[in-house]
Structure formats: C-alpha cells, structure tokens
T-cell receptor
Framework: AQKITQTQPGMFVQEKEAVTLDCTYDTSDPSYGLFWYKQPSSGEMIFLIYQGSYDQQNATEGRYSLNFQKARKSANLVISASQLGDSAMYFCAMREEGTGNQFYFGTGTSLTVIP | GAVVSQHPSWVICKSGTSVKIECRSLDFQATTMFWYRQFPKQSLMLMATSNEGSKATYEQGVEKDKFLINHASLTLSTLTVTSAHPEDSSFYIC???????????FGPGTRLLVL
C-alpha cells in the first residue's frame, strides 16, 4: 500500500482565493510526522510546514495551514490568499518514528494560480 | 532557517566520464543525508541514505558501484556518478536531516546531462 497518497495531479485556483491540496497517509506507527514541500520550476524543494502525530493543534505557517484529521489519516494543505508565486508542485511526505529518518513522498500535486 | 547547498547545479558531460556532486549543510550538522533522483513530472525517488562515518544504505535497484556516496563529515556528502551514460541523465537532489527539527532540508538540485 502507498504510504502517502495525493489524488489530485493538478489543481487550479484563482489568485487571492484559498485552495486545499489533499494528502492521505497510511501507517501503523503511533509516532510520525507529516510534511509539505513546494517545488517550483527551478527544482528546489522548499519546506513549508510540519505536523507531528501527537500535536493537538493544526500546524500553521503564514498562509499555509495543515488540516490534520488523524482518524481519517489525512493531512491536507490549505493555502490562503493564493499568489501567482504559489504555482508549483506540492509534495506531501511522512516520516515514521520506527523507520528512522527516511521520508515517504507522495506523487505530488501541480498547482496553477490563475490571475 | 536551514540551508543546504548543492554543487554543481548543472553539469553536461560525455558518456563514460565520472561526475561528482557535493551536498553541504551550511548552518547545521547532519549525521544523515539523502540522495534522490527525480524524473520530469514525477516524485522523488530515494537512491540512498548517507550516514556520516559509515557506508551508505542503497535502495533496491540502485547500483552502489555506479553511484558512489561518501559522507566524510557532518556537513558534506558527495555523490559520484561513475562512468555516466545517457540514461543517467536526470535531476539529482540531496537533503540533510536536521535532528531536533526532525525535518529534511533540500539542496537546490543538480541537473545532469550525459551526452
């Protein structure tokens, strides 16, 4: 089974609107971390936000927030007030405590912000 | 923030030559670094886990004699593509794991073109 599933290959959003990128995960490890990375066309992977499995509150970083629903094993990324510079690939990733520092990546979602 | 550099960013070489890519964590020490390969429009594919002072752990299907990894210090890991062939052309990206933040921080990547 896939550890990380991103079901949206491509998404479009109007500038200044909010957008949700979906991510579901599969693990039996009680301790894990969830991450979102942004990859613009330049190729660099930019760390956006982190959510620990024991965190009680949803993580937020500026315009990014993580909608963590543990029972549903989902960790959706919400980008508020989209900007043209948000157009990029977005990858969801997971680290399980039991498997060391290795990350499992999803297949990514390509986000295009429309002016 | 955490800064990881990667050098060179671009390399074009003839078939049969060897290419060395350097990955440095500039503002933190990393006992673990990772090397990934990424094909266009695809997710990251983990090639190997590089641990400082010990041999790298290669993923299944990755030839350790072709992709030599050395992690000689807490801030530097190198990937050498030996006897490169056109099928080795790809985007190679490294990351460094930052303990405490429990997060991987990525270098900007290296685009390799083998003619």
């Amino acid at each position: 089974a896939q550890k990380i599933t991103q079901t949206q290959p491509g998404m479009f959003v109007q500038e200044k609107e909010a957008v949700t990128l979906d991510c579901t995960y599969d693990t039996s490890d009680p301790s894990y971390g969830l991450f979102w990375y942004k990859q613009p066309s330049s190729g660099e992977m930019i760390f956006l936000i982190y959510q620990g499995s024991y965190d009680q509150q949803n993580a937020t970083e500026g315009r990014y927030s993580l909608n963590f629903q543990k029972a549903r094993k989902s960790a959706n990324l919400v980008i508020s007030a989209s900007q043209l510079g948000d157009s990029a690939m977005y990858f969801c990733a997971m680290r399980e405590e039991g498997t060391g520092n290795q990350f499992y990546f999803g297949t990514g979602t390509s986000l295009t912000v429309i002016p | 923030g955490a800064v990881v550099s990667q050098h060179p960013s671009w390399v074009i070489c003839k078939s049969g030559t060897s290419v060395k890519i350097e990955c440095r964590s500039l503002d933190f020490q990393a006992t673990t670094m990772f090397w990934y390969r990424q094909f266009p429009k695809q997710s990251l594919m983990l090639m190997a886990t590089s641990n400082e002072g010990s041999k790298a752990t290669y993923e299944q299907g990755v030839e350790k004699d072709k992709f030599l990894i050395n992690h000689a210090s807490l801030t530097l890991s190198t990937l050498t593509v030996t006897s490169a062939h056109p099928e080795d052309s790809s985007f190679y990206i490294c990351s460094a794991f930052r303990t405490g933040k429990e997060t991987q921080y990525f270098g900007p990547g290296t685009r390799l073109l083998v003619l």
